[in-house]
């Protein structure tokens, strides 16, 4: 842990962690979406191939599916979130290094 300057500097610091902590639970929930697309993918894929369908096909059908998009909407909704919460957290930890030098210049 950081030793502080003041209290300003203090919690805009708590702050960033708490916001970069959002975006990586944020990021977990995209990689798990991610995860169910490619696992029905694959699932899609030999369900298909035992009925002769090809692969192509079989992509083209399972990406057409409501499971599909929901899974890519999810993916790209977390992702969007978790790029929010880290560019906040940017902000903030900017916010404690400016308060950290000024406090510095001021001596």
């Not at 300057?5 to 805009?12: F, G, M």
């Not at 990021?27 to 490619?38: G, H, I, N, P, V």
């Not at 909407?73 to 790029?83: E, G, K, P, Q, Y």
Request: charged fraction near 25%; proline fraction near 1%.
């Amino acid at each position: 842990m950081p030793r502080f300057n003041n209290e300003d500097e203090r919690a805009a610091w708590t702050l960033a962690e708490a916001l970069i902590e959002t975006a990586r639970a944020m990021m977990k929930q995209a990689e798990s979406a991610l995860e169910t697309f490619r696992q029905g993918k694959e699932l899609y894929s030999q369900r298909c191939a035992r009925r002769g369908i090809s692969a192509s096909d079989a992509e083209i059908r399972w990406s057409e599916t409501a499971n599909a998009k929901n899974a890519l909407t999810d993916n790209s909704f977390h992702v969007t979130l978790a790029t929010m919460y880290y560019g906040a957290a940017a902000a903030h930890y900017s916010r404690a290094q400016y308060l950290r030098s000024r406090d510095e210049a001021a001596v």
